[in-house]
């Protein structure tokens, strides 16, 4: 995949880039993103850079993650980071990707993830044929699960001890997005389309 960057109202969605190492390093000081994150913890200086400098364009080379480093388009700063990830169904009769992200502390609460999310969303929905979007957490990430709420993410449920972390099994909240569920937003300006592409017909069932 070609790497791709999408603007909305209030934000830059595009690819990390090596000089986003610093930002990336001081966000990830926070102790709840690596608490419910999969970044390493300690997260050293090392770690940004090779998220940024290896892990994000070989993910995009090789189609197993879209990484997006969110920006503020008024000062440039970091405002979080959003990726599609699990993408090994992309591409099979599954279409599938899930949705993953996290939020700089001193940029919360002004909607950014929300507003990036979308556009990702969109993205993911027109241009690259998604069907079903799912996002997952911990159980117990309330923040995370706010943000997925609010895209329209329905709650399917609890997968038990799916998460292995620190050595202990944990539960993992499941929810998921249709194409359906977006009809009618406006898209980002990057994404080159502007409707759903035409999608395996779904028969929900009637119970």
């Known amino acids: 995949m070609k790497p791709v960057t999408l603007t909305t109202e209030r934000l830059v969605v595009r690819p990390f880039e090596p000089s986003d190492a610093p930002a990336v390093h001081a966000a990830c000081q926070a ?3 690596p608490r419910w994150t999969s970044v390493p913890s300690p997260y050293g200086v ?3 850079e090779q998220f940024v400098g290896t892990a994000v364009p070989e993910g995009w080379r090789d189609d197993t993650a879209y990484h997006f480093a969110v920006v503020t388009r008024a000062d440039g700063v970091l405002a ?3 990726g599609l990830v699990r993408l090994a169904r992309l591409r099979t009769p599954e ?6 992200y996290w939020a700089a502390t001193e940029q919360r609460g002004r909607g950014y993830t929300v507003e ?6 969109r993205w993911a929905f027109c241009d690259l044929g998604v069907e079903r979007m799912e996002w997952r957490a911990e159980a117990g990430n309330e ?3 706010a943000v997925a709420r609010k895209l329209g993410f329905r709650m399917e449920g609890t997968l038990r001890a799916e998460l292995v972390r620190g050595g202990t099994r944990r539960d993992v909240w499941i929810g998921s997005l249709l194409p359906s569920d977006l009809t009618g937003e406006p898209g980002p300006s ?3 389309g502007t409707a759903f592409p035409d999608a395996t017909p779904y028969l929900p069932y009637p119970g």
């Open 95 to 100: 279409r599938q990707a899930e949705l993953g």
């Open 143 to 145: 923040g995370s699960r």
């Open 190 to 192: 990057g994404s080159g």
């Open 46 to 48: 090392a770690d940004a």
């Open 116 to 121: 990036a999310a979308r556009a990702v969303l």
């Open 31 to 33: 102790p709840d993103i």
């Open 80 to 82: 979080g980071a959003m």
